[in-house]
Nanobody, 114 residues
Framework: VQLQASGGGLVQSGGSLRLSCAASGSILSINVMDWYRQAPGKQRELVALITSGGSTIYADSVKGRFTISRNNAKNTVYLQMNSLKPEDTAVYYC?????????WGQGTLVTVSS
């Protein structure tokens, strides 16, 4: 499975961005897809997760502001980010879990200015 993330950029506080993660390869074997982020000097943290059955989990810090979704026809997972805050600034990574093994996409930088 290969992952291609896109959609990052610079946005003002309160703005919105949508990240995309397109999967290719053995996509039928993907159990879970999620988004992580890593801010400078901090550990990588889970932002949102979606299972093959469509169940979702969110970090407390993004609940009510971010929405993870998937388009199975396009083999793509999205992260809609609304009401962005400066503390959301980070490199965002998508991940797919395939038979218990993590596959990571390249990061996409999100910068939120105050």
């Amino acid at each position: 499975v290969q992952l291609q993330a896109s959609g990052g950029g610079l946005v003002q506080s309160g703005g919105s961005l949508r990240l995309s993660c397109a999967a290719s390869g053995s996509i039928l074997s993907i159990n879970v897809m999620d988004w992580y982020r890593q801010a400078p000097g901090k550990q990588r943290e889970l932002v949102a997760l979606i299972t093959s059955g469509g169940s979702t989990i969110y970090a407390d810090s993004v609940k009510g502001r971010f929405t993870i979704s998937r388009n199975n026809a396009k083999n793509t997972v999205y992260l809609q980010m609304n009401s962005l805050k400066p503390e959301d600034t980070a490199v965002y990574y998508c991940r797919a879990v395939v038979a218990g093994i993590s596959r990571w996409g390249q990061g996409t930088l999100v910068t939120v200015s105050s």
